[in-house]
């Protein structure tokens, strides 16, 4: 459902033009997943930003299920966050004036498709059940790496985008979110690429491509 075809992204600093894609190409099917690895400043996140809609690359394409995503307007774009995607950090990003029922439930409103049925089952197998009243500053920092998850996927979105989702946690809690993760990610029928550092939780995905200098150089089945 995305095709990725020699992206190429730069950006302008005080000391010229630095070059940060230089021709990615990448696939990802439906319902599967992918894990971006590779080394700080290797372009990972910057390729999250622009299948994001977040930035605009300088040429190349984002196709989502054939359809290009460079050359959107910015409220089709705008559209494509809120419907299309879910957007997992490593700072969860909740919104500290909502309890975590309401973040659970905020992502799938602006979607237009809230259904309290999922959000009470994803409320439930992420441990939150008896959470819901609680504000994020009173969560560990687990739970509300599950919440940001949960808000993810409570739209059910086509694609799922992690930037090194559990990279604030301990290696017991990252493999355990990143297992619930990836079974909830697989019963929304959803894709999934991560950003993540780690070999040990990029083993757990389908699929690993690495970047290097801005380019793809390897992916691994």
């Known amino acids: ?17 630095l070059p940060v894609l230089q021709g990615v190409d990448l696939t990802l099917a439906r319902g599967s997943s992918l894990a971006l690895m590779g080394e700080s400043g290797s372009g990972k996140s910057t390729l999250l930003h622009l299948v994001a809609g977040l930035d605009r690359a300088d040429s190349g394409r984002i196709l989502i299920d054939d359809e290009p995503l460079d050359g959107r307007s910015e409220a089709a774009l705008a559209r494509w966050r809120r419907e299309g995607i879910g ?5 969860y990003n909740l919104i500290s004036s909502l309890n975590v029922a309401s973040n659970l439930a905020f992502q799938a409103r602006l979607a237009g498709r809230h259904t309290p ?14 959470l819901l009243q609680r504000y994020p500053e009173q969560l560990s920092g687990g739970q509300q790496q599950r919440v940001a ?19 604030s946690l301990d290696e017991a809690s990252s493999d355990e979110v990143l297992a619930l993760l990836l079974e909830l990610v697989g019963e929304a029928g959803s894709s999934v690429l991560m950003v993540t550092h780690s070999p040990r939780l990029a083993a757990r995905l389908a699929r690993r491509c690495f970047l290097h200098a801005g380019r793809v150089q390897t992916e691994g089945v």
């Open 117 to 130: 049925r999922w959000v009470d089952y994803l409320a439930e197998r992420l441990g939150l059940a008896a």
């Open 149 to 167: 998850i949960g808000r993810a996927l409570a739209a059910r979105p086509a694609l799922v985008l992690a930037d090194e989702p559990t990279g």
């Open 1 to 17: 459902m995305l095709v990725v075809e020699q992206l190429c992204k730069s950006f302008n600093t005080a000391q010229g033009t």
């Open 87 to 91: 957007l997992v950090f490593q700072q």
